[in-house]
């Protein structure tokens, strides 16, 4: 997910327990209703195991990336929960920012928000007991906002479990931990409100939603249940003024732990693809196609080359199913296809014309690329780290960001902190045109430039568009001699 911004102290106390038992006549015999189950007394307990894995997050990053232009888009009312609010005046010079985050392992796991580390230029992890460490960005997936670091210390950590998301229940108690406007270690509690939201912020959107309170700064903190495992990681908020107003957003875990587990076996998440546009199949879009009742989702584009068009998908067709399973709406492919395995076989089953066809398809790879690499783990052929990930200018791509359909290139999707890229100021959503004189379009054509530049011992010279104008931007490679 793409997000960034989110004091009011809330203390949540036992609540009173109230218990039903209403006499019904039957047959002469006064019943009971079964008495509803009592809230818990105190979350003292849970909070005095799991409050020693909460950290706080320190970031420093360069000015130019806490300016509105390089947050992410949320809808209207939808804020995050880092920094300051959108149109505060921006300050001079580096800046800090403070973040959640929580220790998953003995050995330095750390688990917080994407847009919380996001064009960081360093990263702190501040534990309860106020000792410091300098974290290593393992990976990051914006698509669902989670990203992994690492911190090294000669002891074993606290660290929390990961909880069943799936067990939940609407009404059910959730506790978060976190550290809103920098006040480490505040402790919050409600009621799960909902399940499965989807707010607009991307295409795998499938959040909690729970009225304990969160606010700014307690982005990427854990979302516990009453048995004290982590069921969710607190992102975002709905807040017209900024502050806690009892809807707030999280990733369930069931999501994020498998994020994670490739994080840290890869440092990247692999998604299926089939390369189409979608939308919703509306009851005037039902009608017009000659259907009987509005189900499955549009397809509106096939991008060339793609998983969709080898299987013989074309625009106008309806995706009513995919490997058996009903398609109701977009989302609901758009989070099948990505959990499918690249490279696995599936069968989609169509509404075309009049009739029922059904597509054999092979999942693809996403084509969002990363040639960001760990300073442990430099590529094979000597090139340098640019420290960018990539996507190619698909039609949704294209909408999401406001791009003109003429322009060609390769977008921004993240920078890696500390790279060669936030250090030339390169921000998510520019659009790299050319590169080394050349004209780019793909990953192939990005890394030759910057093995040429690596291989010169010169800066790399790119073409950038950014907000409706082209500008120039010599990033110093990583490879390249001090």
Do not use: C
């Amino acid at each position: 997910m793409d997000a960034y911004p989110k004091h009011t102290r809330h203390l949540i106390g036992a609540a009173t327990a109230i218990g039903l038992a209403l006499a019904i006549p039957m047959t002469g015999i006064a019943q009971q209703e079964p008495a509803i189950a009592a809230a818990p007394s105190s979350f003292a307990e849970i909070v005095r195991q799991k409050l020693p894995a909460v950290v706080g997050i320190v970031t420093t990053m360069p000015v130019q990336e806490l300016q509105q232009g390089a947050m992410p888009q949320l809808p209207p009312g939808m804020g995050d929960l880092f920094g300051g609010p959108r149109g505060a005046p921006t300050p001079q010079g580096p800046a800090q920012a403070l973040g959640s985050g929580f220790i998953i392992t003995e050995d330095g796991y750390v688990v917080t928000n994407n847009h919380v580390i996001e064009q960081a230029a360093s990263i702190e992890v501040v534990l309860e007991d106020e000792r410091r460490f300098e974290a290593t960005l393992i990976g990051t997936d914006p698509a669902t906002d989670i990203a992994l670091l690492k911190i090294e210390s000669d002891e074993a950590l606290p660290h929390v479990e990961w909880g069943a998301s799936d067990d939940l229940e609407i009404g059910d108690w959730t506790i978060a931990i976190g550290n809103p406007f920098g006040l480490g270690g505040t402790v919050t509690a409600g009621i799960l409100s909902a399940r499965s939201r989807n707010i607009n912020a991307g295409p795998y959107d499938d959040f909690l939603q729970t009225d304990a309170a969160i606010n700014r700064g307690n982005s990427g903190g854990p979302l516990f249940n009453v048995a004290g495992d982590v069921v969710g990681v607190n992102t975002a908020i709905v807040s017209p003024s900024g502050g806690s107003v009892g809807i707030g957003f999280a990733v369930p875990s069931a999501v994020a732990q498998r994020i994670v587990a490739d994080l840290r076996e890869d440092g990247a998440v692999e998604r299926g693809w089939l390369g189409i546009s979608i939308q919703p199949v509306t009851d005037d879009i039902a009608g017009a196609l000659g259907m009987e009742t509005a189900k499955g989702t549009l397809v509106s584009s096939v991008t060339r080359g793609s998983p969709a068009e080898a299987a013989g998908l074309v625009p106008g067709d309806v995706i009513v199913s995919l490997g058996g399973e009903a398609v109701e709406d977009p989302r609901d492919l758009s989070l099948a296809v990505a959990d499918l395995e690249v490279g696995s076989a599936a069968q989609l089953t169509v509404l075309r014309g009049d009739a029922e066809q059904v597509l054999d398809v092979t999942i693809g790879l996403h084509p969002s690329q990363s040639i960001a690499e760990a300073d442990d783990n430099s590529a094979d052929d000597g090139t340098p780290r640019l420290g960018v990930s990539i996507a190619p200018l698909d039609a949704a791509l294209r909408a999401r960001l406001g791009l003109p359909e003429e322009l060609s290139g390769i977008a921004i999707t993240s920078v890696q902190p500390g790279s060669a890229a936030t250090t030339a100021g390169i921000q998510p959503g520019d659009v790299i045109t050319a590169a080394g004189g050349n004209e780019v379009s793909d990953l192939d054509g990005l890394r030759s430039a910057v093995k040429g530049a690596g291989d010169a011992g010169e800066p790399l010279l790119l073409r950038i568009y950014r907000g409706g104008n082209y500008t120039f931007v010599a990033v110093k490679l990583s490879g390249e001699d001090e």
